[in-house]
């Protein structure tokens, strides 16, 4: 996912923002609310983190002005030291679709922000994807190929997460980084890399690597081994 956070307690937002993109998300911030509201405006994100108590416009406010102002159905997931019943329906009231009262857990951030994409997206089901012999469950983030485990970096497993997603579809370049980084990266390198990483790790546990090179175009999964 691409999640935005919205967050003025740094050290709240740098333990959000390092958990969150270790496990695959491509990751945001802002630390006030301007800043914040910008972002969720002219960007397209999964859904945002957003802190009740923030500098120059509050929580609230803001999350009312993406909802009204800007018409932005972005799941929003309020987090605040507010614990009462009127402040949460506060939130409700201004749009924010689930609420977290601080301290929390981080995996639990994760998991309701992935219940909240899943929701927007229609993807309430089956978080397992599977192409031939190669399945990965995206909740637990485990990859198994022909029986074998496959362990690989966050961005490396989000690529796969993509793909597995369309299997068979001719991926570009382009269409990968910004899946994968929220914008195209200054060379090819960076993707080619981590694609690298990937089909490396695909082959040895498989036997065979079932992402192909389109030339010209890009890469594409296929289910079976065509050799």
């Not at 911030?29 to 960007?43: F, I, K, N, R």
């Not at 802190?51 to 609230?60: A, Q, R, S």
């Not at 998991?111 to 899943?118: C, E, F, G, S, T």
């Not at 599977?130 to 029986?147: H, M, Q, S, W």
Request: glycine content about 6%; hydrophobic content about 45%; aromatic content about 6%.
């Amino acid at each position: 996912m691409r999640i935005l956070i919205v967050e003025d307690d740094r050290d709240i937002a740098a333990n959000l923002y390092d958990y969150l993109e270790s496990r695959g998300h491509v990751v945001d911030a802002a630390a006030d609310g301007v800043t914040g509201l910008h972002l969720a405006v002219t960007a397209d994100f999964d859904a945002l983190l957003l802190d009740l108590n923030l500098p120059v416009i509050d929580g609230l406010t803001l999350c009312r002005r993406l909802r009204e102002d800007a018409g932005r159905d972005t799941p929003v997931l309020m987090l605040t030291a507010r614990d009462t019943l009127a402040d949460k329906l506060d939130g409700f009231a201004q749009g924010a679709d689930d609420y977290l009262v601080k301290p929390f857990a981080l995996r639990e951030v994760e998991a309701r922000l992935l219940a909240l994409h899943k929701r927007r997206s229609g993807k309430v089901a089956d978080p397992e994807l599977r192409v031939g012999e190669l399945v990965f469950d995206t909740d637990r983030l485990k990859i198994v190929f022909a029986g074998e485990p496959v362990r690989l970096p966050p961005k490396s497993m989000r690529l796969l997460e993509c793909m597995m997603a369309r299997p068979h579809h001719v991926f570009s370049r382009a269409e990968l980084e910004l899946a994968i980084w929220g914008e195209e990266q200054a060379t090819s390198d960076t993707l080619r890399s981590h694609m690298h990483t990937l089909r490396r790790a695909l082959a040895r546990a498989g036997g065979f690597d079932p992402i192909e090179s389109v030339h010209g175009i890009g890469y594409r999964l296929v289910a079976h081994n065509a050799h």
